[in-house]
């Protein structure tokens, strides 16, 4: 299994970016896949998440109604809106086998290397 996010790059405040995940060794609607980011000193926090089996979705209070994951059979996307100095971090994708909702870092099996998203002010 293995997982690569992409799209991160330097982008000025109020500006967008769209995150992808790609994944190979397993099918994307078996997992969960969600999205982290960690900024320098920072503990990694989650983001967002979207379940296969229901097409649920979940977003941290701090990029709610900014940021929208969606999924295609090929990949799991971030748009990421109205970004802030703030969302500046690495940004990683992961997966998680078991069906449902995660909101912690420990409920997750994979990870993919992270990309680079940085906000100027």
């Known amino acids: 299994v293995q997982l690569q996010a992409s799209g991160g790059g330097l982008v000025q405040a109020g500006g967008s970016l769209r995150l992808s995940c790609a994944a190979s060794?397993?099918?994307?609607?078996?997992?969960?896949i969600g999205w982290f980011r960690q900024a320098p000193g920072k503990e990694r926090e989650e983001v967002s998440c979207?379940?296969?089996?229901?097409?649920s979705t979940y977003y941290g209070d701090s990029v709610k109604g900014r940021f929208t994951i969606s999924r295609d059979k090929a990949k799991v996307y971030l748009q990421m809106n109205s970004l802030k100095p703030e969302d500046t971090a690495v940004y990683y994708c992961?997966?998680?086998?078991?069906?449902?909702?995660?909101?912690?870092?420990?409920?997750?099996?994979?990870w993919g290397q992270g990309t680079l998203v940085t906000v100027s002010s």
């Open positions: 060794g397993f099918r994307f609607d078996d997992y969960v």
């Open positions: 979207i379940d296969p089996s229901d097409g």
């Open positions: 992961a997966a998680a086998i078991t069906l449902g909702i995660k909101v912690s870092v420990l409920e997750y099996d994979y």
